[in-house]
């Protein structure tokens, strides 16, 4: 009983090791090629850079984000009743995964209402845009 208990807290304490390691990739990738821009609270700049906060907006456009961080956007958007009509450049050298780590970080960050989001929902929108 008390093997079985203890590899019960192992493998608990291991999987969440992996979570929070994930987790603090994601922070690390938005600090290094996003909070230029968007902030470190993801409050963005004015009228210039839209917020990542908002969750309305990001829950209709979850299947284009991993596209937009990839490959970048540009064209009108409205977020909150303000319209943005900027550029943002894409990181194309991220990979699936760190696309994936970026957005947890966001969604673990800033919002209640959005699931997690793993590499083959990243792999499959990125068809959309390759
Ligand atoms: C050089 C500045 C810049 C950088 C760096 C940047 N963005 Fe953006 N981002 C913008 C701008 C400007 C827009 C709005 C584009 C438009 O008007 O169409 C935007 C729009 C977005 C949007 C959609 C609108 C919204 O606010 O939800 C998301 C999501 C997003 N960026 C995420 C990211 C993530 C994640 C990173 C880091 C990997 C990043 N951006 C890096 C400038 C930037």
Redesign the pocket.
Known sequence: MKVKLLIIILVTSFISSCLDNHNSEGAR??L???????MENGE?LKR???????TE??QE?RS??PC??KH??????Q?GGVE????????PT?TDTE?AN??NF?QTAWHEGLTFISENEVKDALKECE
């Open positions: 990738l938005y290094q090629h996003c909070t230029p821009c968007h963005g210039l850079i839209p917020p990542l906060t908002n907006f990001l456009n284009n984000l937009w961080i970048g956007m540009s064209g009108p958007i977020i943005y009509d900027q550029i943002m450049p894409g990181v991220l696309i970026i957005l966001i």
